[in-house]
């Protein structure tokens, strides 16, 4: 893919407005179109954590889940630099190199990390990797590096928005749960502790989430309610 296409490909899915999984997706497909390489990793900077948000290599295990404190690692590094890093071979034994759950791209050769900036503020950073040794040349350097830019508002305004529907989600959540407890406080006539502990029991017990059995509670409340109102009628 040469730069004009690139640049096309990049205006067309900022103007999607797609999700943030989704666009943190697509920018590893940009990223490997542009360089062909064995992974691509995007961290985004959450608070003052990087947090492993998408990989090219399938990790369901830790994506989402792994996170490097600025400066730990090469990661951390060029969070906190603003920097590009580009190694060709034996990465792990740059001083700054840090492992990550034990995973298979931490045996890789070459290392090559830059940040993604929104308005010169960091958003987060991209690291490509090879398994054998890789000279970087300046096309991929200034290819993957002008993409970290460019992506920057994209990412940012994706993340906004994840953050404030995981908000609205835990919102939701909360009235819920207040619900349940309400409604076994009622039922069992024990103060609102007790009905978060059953509530707590209820999920390890079924080995459901405590959200999945409060939802259950107030369901089966209604259908009580709605019988009863019908009886009366």
Not at 109 to 114: H, T
């Amino acid at each position: 893919m040469n730069e004009i296409d690139l640049l096309h490909e990049i205006g067309s899915r900022m103007a999607a407005a797609d999700p943030f999984h989704t666009v943190l997706e697509r920018i590893i497909e940009l990223v490997t179109d542009a360089v062909q390489c064995d992974s691509c990793f995007i961290y985004v900077l959450d608070r003052d954590q990087l947090v492993l948000r998408a990989s090219k290599n399938p990790h369901t295990d830790i994506v989402d889940h792994v996170s490097l404190s600025m400066g730990q690692g090469i990661t951390g590094w060029v969070a906190t630099h603003k920097q590009v890093v580009a190694i060709p071979a034996k990465a792990s034994s740059d001083p700054r190199f840090a492992r990550l759950s034990n995973l298979p791209e931490d045996r890789f050769e070459a290392f090559l990390s830059v940040p993604v900036l929104c308005r010169g503020k960091l958003v987060g950073v991209i690291n490509v990797q090879h398994r054998q040794p890789h000279p970087h040349s300046q096309q991929e350097i200034r290819l993957i590096t002008m993409l970290g830019y460019l992506v920057g508002a994209e990412v940012e305004l994706a993340r906004m928005e994840f953050e404030k529907a995981q908000l609205a989600g835990q919102l939701e959540t909360r009235k819920i749960m207040e619900r349940a407890k309400g409604i076994l406080q009622r039922e069992l006539n024990v103060d609102e502790e007790a009905a978060y502990l059953a509530l707590q029991k209820q999920s390890r017990q079924r080995r459901k989430p405590i959200k999945e059995i409060a939802e259950a509670i107030i369901l089966m409340d209604d259908l009580r309610r709605g019988k009863s109102i019908t009886a009366k009628k």
